[in-house]
């Protein structure tokens, strides 16, 4: 049942739904006795501290949902006494769970059964509709409770149940009462893990007792994000959707740090931002730009608003050419992941000298603000581009550092046409590397569907070499790369040698994804590592699934020496974020592994452990702001992945 969301609190009728026959009879006869009930063999449900039965109501016959604790400490009880506490204070809101009956001890309680959760209705809430209807219905369920104090600091779609075709908010087991009102601040103590990883907002791991209404509205950011992606969000990482209304209101709904000014202070603002978005009259984009340019609290939006309209060479010649330096470097401040997304709609617009100027003072600034990421896609249109030659030669030969390798990721694709710098004798080694590489054989379609070529092979271990070290036989694994099947033998075609790194940040490529990468540094005994640039591995592919299509930009791998076949790999995607979706898509739908060990059999949010081969278990791993996909493998039976993860993935 739809909710209008013009309505007031004060405008819901005094019989709701779940007020009405069967729930009605469960409250009336309510008692708060176990016996009253008869609960399933098996539970429907598990957490932490409690479980969730379906059970029958004797007495009625009703069916309901029985939650009660199963750990036995003080923190656990005072959260289920919470839980009810708001449940039976909120629970007139037709958009809240209510609790129908409990125990006096506090141990369990019972409310309606649900049809579903949100995550249970994943396919359906990518509907813009559908996930319109949600999240208004949280933020009405919130409204109220924002009023007065209370934070549920664990929204997630797990706790978000459908009730007679309604959403309703649930469990507020870890939910935070108005201040003042707290019963012991030291459970939510600075420091600790609190929340969902992915879902809880950034300032939940500083100080959870502190927080207030607007960690609720990024953890509704974050469902928005996860429902438009498909995607588990990673902790204090934004998930945001295709360019659109919907990623405006996921931009500031999960802003922090320097730009937690911009997220909606409860839920009836991010009710409010729904509604401007989603509701706003027409206006062009061009007229909308002019707006927001005119007054200097909304000027950042720029960037995002491009974004969502696109190559469009008359917003691009009308709004983003005129734009000054000073201009241009504020909006790369404020949002340079948007910066990105123009940066890629700019290389399908004509080729113009007038372009090229312009993308060359927006790597220049990016180099300056040490927006790295920003400057490797500013690269990669600006040596596409090629406009004015001359221009792009000498600011190619001007590049150090950093900046260099930033630059040199994006020359892989383009090496053939500056193979004249050569000469230079102040280009940087870095460049000057991937100029003289050997070229490769294959092609792909780049963003903008014109050829540039690499080799798209695959790797496999197939084998091991035995060195000598510290007077031990030690076997290493070789990793090779080959043309044919990744399931399919052949002739090894590159070994690791004794001269390439040990440390997987030195294989990275770009330096973002070194210090992505920087924490498997510490792993005491990698013998090798190697870089295979731009050839497929972290592509989506693997041996017991069919090849993919999509190419990481970078791909880093490096190897175990021990015997059970230890791998880390990453995959970074910096062309088309399809391609890095397609790919997290294919590992995330993959089997589960069939024995995995000790805590892969229950991993994390966010994590998934799989089938790789016969022979070889894998954990997967991602980040969206990054467009990075992390892989673990192993064939030993005694090593646990997710341990490994926990331990060294920073």
Same mark, same amino acid.
């Given at each position: 049942?739809?909710?209008? /969301?013009?309505?007031?609190?004060?405008?819901?009728?005094?019989?709701?739904?779940?007020?009405?026959?069967?729930? $009605?009879?469960?409250?009336?006869?309510?008692?708060?006795?176990?016996?009253?009930?008869?609960?399933?063999?098996?539970?429907?449900?598990?957490?932490?501290?409690?479980?969730?039965?379906?059970?029958?109501?004797?007495?009625? *016959?009703?069916?309901?949902?029985?939650?009660?604790?199963?750990?036995?400490?003080? /923190?656990?009880?005072?959260?289920?006494?919470?839980?009810?506490?708001?449940?039976?204070?909120?629970? &007139?809101?037709?958009?809240?769970?209510?609790?129908?009956?409990?125990?006096?001890?506090? &141990?369990?309680?019972?409310?309606?059964?649900?049809?579903?959760?949100?995550?249970?209705?994943?396919?359906?809430?990518?509907?813009?509709? !559908?996930?319109?209807?949600?999240?208004?219905?949280?933020?009405?369920?919130?409204?109220?409770?924002?009023?007065?104090?209370?934070?549920?600091?664990?929204?997630?779609?797990?706790?978000?149940? +459908?009730?007679?075709?309604?959403?309703?908010?649930?469990?507020?087991?870890?939910?935070?009462?108005?201040?003042?009102? %707290?019963?012991?601040?030291?459970?939510?103590?600075?420091?600790?893990?609190?929340?969902?990883?992915?879902?809880?907002?950034? $300032?939940?791991?500083?100080?959870?007792?502190?927080?207030?209404?607007?960690?609720?509205?990024?953890?509704?950011?974050?469902?928005?994000?996860?429902?438009? @992606?498909? *995607?588990?969000?990673?902790?204090?990482?934004?998930?945001?959707?295709?360019?659109?209304?919907? !990623?405006?209101?996921?931009?500031?709904?999960?802003?922090?740090?320097?730009?937690?000014?911009?997220?909606?202070?409860?839920?009836?603002?991010?009710?409010?931002?729904?509604?401007?978005?989603?509701?706003?009259?027409?206006?062009?984009?061009?007229?909308?730009?002019?707006?927001?340019?005119?007054?200097?609290?909304?000027?950042?939006?720029?960037?995002?608003?491009?974004?969502?309209?696109?190559?469009?060479?008359?917003?691009?010649?009308?709004?983003?050419?005129?734009?000054?330096? #000073?201009?241009?470097?504020?909006?790369?401040?404020?949002?340079?992941?948007?910066?990105? *997304?123009?940066?890629?709609?700019?290389?399908?617009?004509?080729?113009?000298? /007038? @372009?090229?100027?312009?993308?060359? %003072?927006?790597?220049?600034?990016?180099?300056? +603000?040490?927006?790295?990421?920003?400057?490797?896609?500013?690269?990669?249109?600006?040596?596409?581009?090629?406009?004015?030659?001359?221009?792009?030669?000498?600011?190619?030969?001007?590049?150090?550092?950093?900046?260099? &390798?930033?630059?040199?990721?994006?020359?892989?694709?383009?090496?053939?046409?500056?193979?004249?710098?050569?000469?230079? &004798?102040?280009?940087?080694?870095?460049?000057?590397?991937?100029?003289?590489?050997?070229?490769?054989?294959?092609?792909?379609?780049?963003?903008?569907?014109?050829?540039?070529?690499?080799?798209?092979?695959?790797?496999?271990?197939?084998?091991?070499?035995?060195? @000598?070290?510290?007077?031990?036989?030690?076997?290493?694994?070789?990793?090779?790369? #080959?043309?044919?099947?990744?399931?399919?033998?052949?002739?090894?075609?590159?070994?690791?040698?004794?001269? $390439?790194?040990?440390?997987?940040?030195?294989?990275?490529?770009?330096?973002?994804?070194?210090?992505?990468?920087?924490?498997?540094?510490?792993?005491?005994?990698?013998?090798?590592?190697?870089?295979?640039?731009?050839?497929?591995?972290?592509?989506?592919?693997?041996?017991?699934?069919?090849?993919?299509?999509?190419?990481?930009?970078?791909?880093?791998?490096?190897?175990?020496?021990?015997?059970?076949?230890?791998?880390?790999?990453?995959?970074?995607?910096?062309?088309?974020?399809?391609?890095?979706?397609?790919?997290?898509?294919?590992?995330?739908?993959?089997?589960?592994?069939?024995?995995?060990?000790?805590?892969?059999?229950?991993?994390?949010?966010?994590?998934?452990?799989?089938?790789?081969?016969?022979?070889?278990?894998?954990?997967?791993?991602?980040?969206?702001?990054?467009?990075?996909?992390?892989?673990?493998?192993?064939?030993?039976?005694?090593?646990?992945?997710?341990?490994?993860?926990?331990?060294?993935?920073?």
């Amino acid at each position: 049942m739809a909710v209008d /969301s013009s309505a007031s609190d004060s405008d819901a009728p005094e019989r709701l739904p779940h007020d009405d026959p069967p729930y $009605e009879q469960v409250r009336h006869a309510a008692r708060g006795q176990r016996k009253d009930y008869k609960l399933d063999r098996t539970p429907m449900a598990r957490g932490g501290q409690a479980v969730v039965f379906r059970a029958l109501h004797k007495s009625t *016959q009703v069916p309901v949902a029985f939650k009660k604790l199963v750990a036995d400490n003080r /923190s656990a009880v005072a959260r289920m006494r919470r839980e009810i506490e708001a449940s039976r204070k909120f629970g &007139s809101h037709p958009h809240v769970m209510p609790v129908l009956d409990a125990d006096t001890q506090n &141990s369990w309680f019972v409310m309606p059964l649900a049809e579903a959760t949100a995550s249970t209705q994943a396919d359906e809430l990518a509907d813009p509709d !559908r996930l319109r209807e949600l999240v208004t219905a949280v933020c009405l369920a919130l409204r109220e409770p924002h009023r007065l104090g209370w934070v549920h600091r664990d929204l997630k779609p797990d706790n978000i149940l +459908l009730l007679d075709g309604r959403w309703t908010v649930a469990d507020w087991g870890l939910g935070r009462r108005p201040r003042g009102q %707290t019963s012991d601040p030291r459970r939510t103590a600075a420091g600790t893990q609190f929340g969902t990883l992915g879902f809880a907002a950034p $300032e939940m791991s500083v100080n959870a007792h502190e927080i207030g209404p607007q960690a609720d509205v990024y953890s509704i950011g974050q469902i928005i994000g996860w429902a438009l @992606t498909g *995607q588990w969000p990673q902790a204090n990482i934004p998930l945001l959707p295709e360019p659109g209304p919907w !990623r405006r209101i996921v931009q500031d709904a999960t802003a922090f740090g320097n730009n937690e000014h911009r997220r909606p202070a409860d839920a009836e603002a991010l009710l409010t931002l729904v509604a401007a978005e989603l509701d706003a009259p027409t206006e062009s984009p061009i007229d909308r730009a002019k707006r927001l340019l005119a007054d200097p609290n909304t000027a950042g939006a720029l960037l995002g608003l491009a974004a969502d309209v696109g190559p469009d060479r008359d917003f691009f010649n009308q709004v983003l050419l005129p734009l000054d330096e #000073e201009q241009l470097r504020t909006a790369l401040m404020t949002d340079p992941a948007s910066a990105q *997304q123009v940066l890629q709609a700019v290389r399908a617009l004509p080729d113009e000298d /007038s @372009t090229g100027i312009w993308l060359l %003072t927006v790597a220049r600034i990016a180099e300056s +603000l040490a927006e790295w990421d920003v400057l490797r896609e500013a690269a990669e249109s600006v040596l596409r581009l090629n406009r004015p030659e001359d221009d792009v030669r000498s600011w190619l030969t001007s590049l150090t550092g950093d900046a260099a &390798s930033a630059a040199a990721a994006a020359l892989r694709g383009y090496a053939a046409d500056y193979q004249d710098l050569l000469g230079a &004798s102040d280009l940087d080694d870095r460049i000057a590397k991937v100029l003289r590489a050997k070229p490769r054989a294959g092609s792909v379609e780049d963003a903008r569907g014109e050829s540039i070529w690499w080799s798209r092979r695959r790797w496999r271990l197939v084998g091991a070499a035995t060195i @000598t070290a510290a007077a031990a036989a030690i076997t290493i694994p070789i990793v090779l790369n #080959e043309t044919s099947n990744p399931t399919t033998p052949s002739n090894p075609g590159a070994t690791s040698s004794a001269n $390439e790194p040990r440390l997987p940040s030195k294989v990275a490529g770009t330096p973002q994804l070194a210090s992505y990468v920087s924490g498997w540094d510490q792993y005491p005994t990698w013998k090798s590592c190697t870089t295979n640039n731009k050839d497929a591995t972290v592509d989506g592919t693997f041996p017991a699934a069919a090849p993919a299509q999509a190419l990481p930009a970078n791909v880093t791998f490096s190897c175990d020496a021990g015997e059970d076949v230890f791998t880390v790999m990453f995959g970074e995607y910096t062309v088309r974020v399809r391609d890095y979706n397609d790919a997290v898509a294919r590992y995330r739908s993959a089997p589960r592994a069939q024995n995995a060990v000790k805590s892969e059999a229950s991993p994390p949010d966010g994590l998934h452990v799989f089938q790789w081969s016969a022979t070889h278990r894998a954990l997967m791993w991602f980040s969206q702001d990054r467009r990075t996909i992390g892989i673990l493998t192993t064939k030993s039976p005694n090593r646990d992945l997710v341990e490994n993860w926990q331990k060294y993935q920073r």
